[in-house]
């Protein structure tokens, strides 16, 4: 029998939904513990709930001591997967995170539920057993971090939740999930490229994310630069640009050498140095942005969060970006 680490993290997936105020929230013990024993069957498990969060709480301190609790794991107790249940607001962040610091080829699927664990039609402990199968599953290594939910496996890098309440809410715009689970099987269908590992010992930046829209100008990016940030993503207008009036407040950014990384509001897309207007992608480019290659908003910001912990190179960091 295989041996899998259980991190149980919190989230609607451990949570009860109050049946006269409706409201859902943490109560008592994690419901998933208590039914731990059902899917002991598939596998010799190693239970820890290093703490009960909703998802919106987590910040990348609980992301790093999820690391450090897998690294000790597969150094330590010869573990053959990991399976992490987790609130789906911020789930994506917390598995990309995962995907760039573990250093294994051993499967790590990251999980959570859309109704809480007493409501009709919970999808907690069906994700949670499917999570379960999926690391078990021979075809699941060296796949990077796997995101399982509503019998699809998405890679951590491309997914993200599109819906405030449906259970298909995991979605991976432009590439769709690269297997699925079915009654009897696990099948994967493509394969997900391998992120670059970030080895950090570390976390001690602070990295702010911004949203362009039109009309927008400099006052948020004076305020940014007074904050004494160590980084900034921009989720910029269609191909990679910016209204003309923003331009003043990222050069004062970029005069610290503060690291500015460009994503698109588009879901679907890279973004590229395509227009030459004022605020245009080869204006940018050649102010020093850094472009990066399809991650979305929250998803670089964790990336250049890790990267300053590694680099203050601005070829260095743009060659990881490009990755
Ligand atoms: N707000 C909840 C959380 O992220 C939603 C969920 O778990 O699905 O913790």
Redesign the pocket.
Known sequence: MKKILVLHT????S?YEDEETGA?KPVGENPLINKTKEINKLADLIVEAPFN??????TPNEMFQLKRRIDYHIKNSQIDGVVIT??????EETAYFLDLTVDTQIPIVVT???RSSNEIGTDGLYNFLTSVRTAIHNDAKNKGVLVVLNDEIHAAKNVT?THTSNVS?FQSPQYGPIGIITKKDILFHHLPTIERKLPVQSLCHRVELIKAYAGMDSSLFYALNNMGIDGLVIEALGQGNLPPATIPGIQALLNRNIPIVLVSRCFNGIVEDIYGYEGGGAQLKQNGLIFSNGLNGQKARIKLLLCLEITKNQYEMEKLFHD
Do not use: C, F
């Open positions: 919190g989230g609607t997936i949570m859902v969060l909703p998802s919106p709480h987590i987790h609130g789906t607001d911020t789930l959570g539920a859309m939740k809410t």
